[in-house]
C-alpha cells in the first residue's frame, strides 16, 4: 500500500497497489489505432475482440493488442494515455515497432 496526497484537499487516503496499462489496438499492420487505458488489461481485450462494447473499435476493427506499457499509478496512466493520443502517427508506429516489429498480437 501506499499513500497518495490530494493538493486541493490536503488528506491522505490508503491505497493498495494497483497495475494500470495504457494500450494500442490496431485493425492491421499500419492501420486503423485505438489507444486505451485500463486496470484490467485481460477483460478490456476480450472486451475488445468480442465486440462488447460498441465504439470505436467495432467500427475500425481494431482487434489485435499491438503496444501497452504497465504501471502502478493511475494518474501516470491518465496523463500517458492523453499523451500517446496527442502524437503525430508516425510517433505512435515508431513507439510500436520498438516493442513490436511484426505487429503481432500480444
Do not use: C
Not at 485481460?42 to 504497465?70: S, W
Not at 502524437?87 to 510500436?96: F, N, P, S, V
Amino acid at each position: 500500500m501506499y499513500l497518495v496526497s490530494f493538493p486541493r484537499t490536503r488528506e491522505f487516503i490508503n491505497r493498495p497497489m494497483k497495475d494500470y496499462f495504457d494500450y494500442i489496438m490496431a485493425s492491421k499492420k499500419h492501420g486503423t489505432l485505438y489507444i486505451g487505458m485500463t486496470n484490467d488489461l485481460q477483460r478490456r481485450l476480450l472486451e475488445h475482440k468480442h465486440d462488447l462494447i460498441d465504439g470505436f473499435t467495432i467500427r475500425y476493427q481494431a482487434h489485435t493488442l499491438v503496444y501497452f506499457e504497465q504501471t502502478n499509478d493511475v494518474y501516470s496512466a491518465i496523463v500517458r494515455e492523453k499523451q500517446l493520443k496527442k502524437w503525430y502517427r508516425k510517433w505512435k508506429i515508431e513507439l510500436i515497432e520498438k516493442m513490436n516489429p511484426e505487429w503481432k498480437d500480444l
